[in-house]
């Protein structure tokens, strides 16, 4: 069956990490860019592997330092989180000798400050608009993203917060021990949810998406994914910006 072409942005969480060479081969055999969102400690304690990345054309973002629940910060402690990863990317780049491309954040767990079920964000809650500025004053934006049309994620704020959020959560999380309540518990468990349309839960041809992944994610399976991704016409590019 042959599938309608759709223009979509591959990122990746929870980088770098060991192992992760075979991924970034894989992308570039692919010709694949990605967004990594990486933190703090991670990028401590495999700077080798972070500069690969860029090194290979990709862009670094910031994950947070220790990946919590910002819900469960203070607005102190988020400061601190965004401020400190923020340095040791700007310290890489410098170290590869190349210009960083822009500034992007995403919240770990995708918790942007409230406690709140997805999608139901208030945007003007004190503590989601403290740390929107904290990020604001620290030159971060939101990559210009287009044609993301489901209707559930202009509502959600999504589209307009600095915050990077995700259209399409690939679920490959739900595989780690510990998530088999989500039940998802293969490669082919991901892929029969890829084949589904389900436009109120990020999958519908008629937009383009925002695909989140993991870094961690054993080599056949992240690899399996994307493949089944490429497949169905997904073309992975970076916002015209990077």
């Known amino acids: 069956m042959k599938y309608p072409k759709v223009n979509s942005y ?49 862009v670094l973002a910031n994950h947070s330092m220790d990946h919590g629940f910002f819900s469960e910060l203070t607005v102190d402690e988020a400061r601190y989180q965004i401020l400190e990863c923020d340095n040791i990317i700007e310290e890489i780049y410098s170290k590869a000798g190349i210009k960083r491309p822009g500034k992007f954040f995403r919240f770990p767990y995708l918790d942007n400050g409230q406690k709140a079920d997805y999608g139901r964000t208030d945007w003007q809650h004190p503590h989601v608009m403290a740390i929107q ?28 917060c600095i915050n990077v959020d995700c259209s399409y959560d690939s679920r490959d999380w ?18 029969a949810r890829l084949e589904q349309e389900f436009p109120s839960e990020g999958r519908d041809i008629d937009s383009n998406e925002i695909v989140l992944t993991h870094a961690w994610v054993p080599f056949d399976i992240y690899s399996g994914l ?10 992975f590019i970076l916002p015209e910006i990077l």
């Open 226 to 235: 994307i493949k089944r991704m490429l497949e169905k016409s997904f073309h």
């Open 10 to 58: 591959l990122t990746i969480d929870d980088a770098p990490c060991e192992k992760l060479e075979k991924k970034i081969d894989f992308l570039e055999k692919h010709h694949i860019k990605a967004i990594w969102f990486c933190c703090g400690k991670d990028l401590k304690q495999y700077p080798e592997l972070a500069e690969a990345i860029i090194q290979a054309g990709h």
């Open 133 to 160: 500025k904290i990020l604001k004053n620290r030159g971060y934006e939101h990559p210009p993203f287009k044609n993301i049309n489901h209707p559930w994620y202009k509502q959600g704020g999504f589209d307009r």
């Open 174 to 191: 739900a595989l780690a021990a510990g998530n088999e309540s989500f039940g998802f518990h293969s490669l082919d468990d991901l892929v």
